[in-house]
């Protein structure tokens, strides 16, 4: 086996005017080095069809840390040696950076030669100017979202082997296998089937796995070399090495009568993507259509954008452009409960959305939707015990002894939050199941196969339940995820329990009705079903076993599941039936706040969320408290630091974590309301809880620091030096 490396720009963006790999090639143990003159297909690639980003730089960076040059070495230090003896010559250019100069003028600041935007989204509800002229209180303000990195703990890794037939055979970690592969053969310049994936272990995902990172490479130096060729990044590459959450800037102005109650939502979204699209598209339709939240509003208007800069590159992130969202709509709730004179949990009650409303683009909410009684029940939860100051570890800064109490104030903020579920906007999103059930060993066995990477959310689990409870067996097996079986589309939109578990649920009911056919021949009747490994009479109860019925026959089917159809958002008024499904998460934080120090400590966070039914509590516990986790690391840590399109902390000692002395106890209150479109009425759960924590951990600042707090993560700073902010805006 071979190790890979691969040389990155420094610069954010310069054109190549050379390039020697003489030096590199000389050195011993170095088996290839390669460039994009050595890419043997298309040069070019991406994530949602469109093929913007280079497999390796061709004639220009347009982001730091992009690609240039790859190396095969017998030993993974010879590889990195031989980085260094490649010599580029950059002519080092001037890199765009605002994304608002690029809006302004999105020809002259393009960093893509297609311009500078890549995507712009209205939407439009009802007269806005008019509604303004009738509103009694008007409040507006700005909110910046920093960029948040997905920081999975297991880093970029791979194994490519080159096969006999020419083709090569991949274990990677990913989230979406044939979108993978959709990529890669055409770079290769091979057929798909000659391109054989199978998923590696996942530590962590989050979204930052769905585009590509080492896969065309190690394949290039594979196919190159003729030897397996394995590629790892360390911590410092990985973050060049995937994307991030689109940092954004918004500015909101909603109008309201003097009970609260909203008028007109007046909103723009900037998004920045970085040099390549990437999902920016399908993340700025999510920000524009769930850009005001789920609250009833009679005139809207939204303008979403996502750009093009030479910042780093952006992608998917759990939440998906609804985080960024829903912090700056949560923010306004509180600025308009406190213009108006309302508690924050009423003014959010007053506007919610139920069963029936309609969303900014039209589409009506036909499943359950209960926020005004989970925001009861938020409300009605206990409240934490004041902090035990005799142990310093429960006041801000810890055991850095940085206060005893002085100065700690306590406050308590809210935050609501609604995502959709599965692919949106017109994608023909399915998943593919095969079940196959034997006698193995004298029992009754299925074996369930699926594409359907389990990044860490208890997907393997979850299948193994379906075919248990729908087979009426034990023994399950859950073959590796690889590419033998039909598409399963990606980890991610919260959709995998929802579609993959309805196509293993698909595949499972076509083996029972094979099985029960056999069944009902041998016991000459129809009425039959399973239970607990045996073939069951609805009258006279259990006839014998599923292995007496089975015999030596194999039963095996495959199914391919989809939701209902969706439409994409109109390009003029952004309308449309956009999502298949919608969930709902509410938060209360409690925080203490030292308020001279500008130091935060998050004493409780509460949630209330409606899952559709429960699959398994424990792994539904666990995404609803990891989601706050991520929340609570965008409101209060993580923010990868750029300056002139560089990244300034590229690594776990400067990128800050929420670790678990950050993270504290939390409440849970789970409701179940199917939903009925949905198999078994589950509604998917991963991202809801991301969302909301953010804002309501926020908002507790505020509360306890009266400081206006428009950015996240809000810095030490932020507090420490911050003005009180206006009880009403002027």
Request: one cysteine or more; a negative charge.
């Amino acid at each position: 086996m071979l190790w890979g490396a691969t040389l990155r720009s420094p610069h954010p963006r310069a054109v190549i005017r050379s390039v020697d790999i003489g030096p590199a090639l000389a050195m011993p143990g170095v088996r290839a080095v390669l460039t994009h003159e050595d890419v043997p297909g298309r040069k070019m690639f991406g994530l949602d069809g469109t093929a913007d980003q280079p497999v390796l730089a061709i004639g220009e960076v347009r982001h730091e840390g992009e690609p240039v040059a790859l190396v095969a070495a017998d030993h993974p230090e010879a590889a990195r040696r031989a980085l260094a003896e490649i010599a580029i010559g950059y002519e080092v250019l001037e890199p765009v950076t605002d994304p608002r100069a690029v809006i302004a003028d999105p020809d002259g600041s393009k960093v893509q030669p297609r311009g500078g935007i890549a995507r712009y989204q209205p939407v439009r509800v009802g007269d806005v100017d008019a509604a303004r002229a009738e509103a009694e209180v008007v409040v507006s303000g700005e909110f910046e979202v920093g960029i948040q990195d997905q920081a999975f703990l297991g880093p970029e890794a791979g194994l490519a082997i080159p096969a006999e037939d020419g083709g090569v055979d991949l274990h990677v970690s990913t989230q979406w296998i044939h979108n993978d592969r959709r990529q890669i053969a055409p770079c290769l310049g091979l057929a798909e089937d000659r391109v054989r994936m199978t998923l590696a272990g996942v530590g962590g995902a989050f979204g930052g796995r769905e585009d590509l990172s080492m896969q065309i490479h190690a394949a290039m130096l594979a196919l190159h070399t003729g030897e397996p060729v394995k590629m790892s990044y360390d911590r410092y590459e990985s973050f060049f090495g995937h994307v991030h959450r689109h940092p954004a800037r918004m500015r909101y102005e909603y109008g309201a009568t003097s009970g609260g109650r909203l008028l007109y939502a007046d909103v723009e979204i900037v998004l920045d993507g970085g040099a390549y699209t990437s999902s920016t598209r399908a993340v700025t339709g999510n920000a524009a259509s769930l850009g005001v939240g789920p609250y009833e509003i009679p005139n809207i208007r939204i303008d979403a954008y996502g750009v093009y800069t030479n910042n780093p590159p952006c992608g998917a992130m759990r939440g998906f452009g609804a985080v960024q969202a829903c912090f700056a709509y949560e923010s306004m709730m509180d600025r308009l409960a406190a213009a108006c004179g309302l508690d924050p949990v009423e003014v959010r009650r007053r506007n919610a959305v139920s069963q029936g409303s309609r969303l900014a683009t039209g589409q009506v909410i036909d499943s359950p939707a209960p926020l005004a009684d989970m925001l009861a029940r938020l409300a009605a939860m206990p409240p934490p015990d004041a902090a035990d100051t005799s142990d310093i570890r429960n006041l801000p800064g810890g055991a850095a002894q940085s206060t005893r109490g002085e100065g700690v104030a306590r406050g308590v903020g809210y935050g609501v939050g609604i995502k959709n579920i599965c692919f949106s906007e017109g994608l023909d999103d399915l998943s593919t199941a095969r079940v196959r059930l034997e006698v193995i060993g004298g029992a009754a066995t299925a074996l369930v196969h699926t594409a359907a990477a389990e990044v860490g959310q208890g997907l393997v689990t979850v299948q193994a339940q379906i075919a248990r409870t729908e087979l009426g067996i034990g023994d399950v097996v859950i073959a590796p995820a690889d590419d033998r079986v039909g598409d399963a589309g990606s980890s991610s939109a919260s959709r995998q329990s929802y579609m993959s578990g309805g196509a293993v649920k698909a595949a499972c009911e076509a083996v029972r009705a094979a099985l029960l056919a056999r069944a009902a021949a041998r016991y000459g009747r129809a009425d039959l079903g399973v239970a607990d490994g045996e073939i069951v009479s609805r009258t006279d109860g259990p006839l014998g076993t599923i292995e007496d019925a089975l015999g030596d026959a194999v039963i095996e089917e495959t199914r391919e599941y989809r939701h209902r159809p969706t439409t994409a958002m109109d390009p003029a008024t952004g309308q449309g039936t956009t999502h298949t499904q919608l969930a709902l998460c509410v938060h209360r934080a409690v925080v203490d706040v030292d308020v001279e120090l500008g130091l935060v400590k998050v004493v409780e966070l509460a949630a209330v969320q409606d899952v559709g039914k429960v699959i398994n509590r424990v792994s539904l516990e666990g995404q609803i408290h990891g989601g706050s986790a991520q929340g609570l690391g965008l409101a209060v840590l993580e923010e990868i630091v750029v300056s002139g399109g560089l990244v300034r902390n590229p690594s776990f000692t400067d990128y800050l974590i929420p670790t678990i002395l950050d993270m504290p106890p939390m409440r849970l209150d789970i409701l179940e309301n199917p939903d009925p479109a949905a198999p078994y009425g589950l509604r998917g759960a991963g991202e809801p809880p991301t969302l909301s924590s953010t804002p309501a951990i926020v908002a507790a600042i505020r509360d306890a620091t009266g400081a206006a707090l428009t950015r996240v993560p809000v810095r030490p700073e932020h507090i420490a030096l911050a003005r009180p902010e206006p009880a009403r805006d002027p």
